[in-house]
């Protein structure tokens, strides 16, 4: 079997992502997010929503902004109106993806939607700073409930936009170290210049390299390296069709 035929049967080094305050990159595209996130005292009525696409940093600065105050993270998915009462004792909460609800069960979306509210009615009436992410701004969330819909629609968000080219060449960086990669700029600036440009574009990118990396045993990616990567990837996929 070819080199390129083993791509998809390769497997890669184990991802760790880096979630610390120091390797979130700002750029442009997220730098007034990530400066409303980590100031609770700007948040409008103790709530704000972080916005951002699947991959975006969403998760990573939820991690920051925990990581030098005493906090509490959970799923929407997981929440339920008996956790709202445990979790609202807390200084500040992150409820991540509560866009997502709608994919639920239906008895599972309308305990979570309840929970949520649940949680949402206990911050307000307390001092507990409340942020909850979603993949779009809240309008757009599929929330089932009318009065939580009315809710979390009243919170201001803070949203990371497309990426820009800056960005997008920083990301191909910090993913490609978080698998043990040592993306050199040429190539990562290589790789962004040739990526689909959303972050879930670019996560399978480096994944793409990854595999080419891990078949020739190397972790240093050159602009050869990176270059081999996504021809061998146009090999494959050519291959596959056939």
Do not use: C
């Amino acid at each position: 079997m070819s080199e390129a035929g083993t791509l998809q049967l390769t497997l890669a080094f184990p991802v760790r992502p880096a979630l610390g305050l120091a390797d979130f990159m700002v750029t442009p595209a997220n730098a007034h997010a990530a400066e409303l996130v980590l100031d609770p005292a700007q948040w409008p009525g103790g709530r704000l929503a972080l916005v951002g696409p699947a991959g975006s940093g969403k998760t990573h600065l939820a991690h920051a902004l925990m990581a030098d105050r005493p906090a509490d993270r959970v799923d929407a998915a997981a929440l339920r109106p008996a956790a709202a009462e445990a979790l609202a004792s807390a200084s500040l909460v992150i409820v991540e993806d509560a866009d997502r609800l709608a994919g639920l069960p239906l008895a599972e979306m309308r305990s979570a939607e309840d929970g949520l509210f649940h949680l949402f009615n206990l911050a307000a009436a307390g001092e507990t700073k409340l942020l909850v992410t979603g993949r779009e701004p809240p309008v757009r969330w599929p929330i089932q409930s009318p009065d939580l819909a009315s809710r979390l629609q009243s919170l201001t968000p803070a949203e990371i936009a497309v990426p820009d080219d800056a960005l997008l060449s920083s990301l191909v960086v910090k993913l490609g170290r978080d698998r043990g990669l040592d993306i050199e700029e040429p190539a990562a600036a290589y790789l962004a210049s040739r990526t689909e440009r959303s972050f879930a574009g670019v996560a399978r990118t480096v994944a793409l390299v990854d595999t080419v990396a891990a078949l020739r045993k190397r972790r240093g990616v050159t602009l050869a390296l990176a270059a081999a990567a996504l021809k061998e990837a146009g090999t494959a996929e050519k291959n596959a069709e056939e």
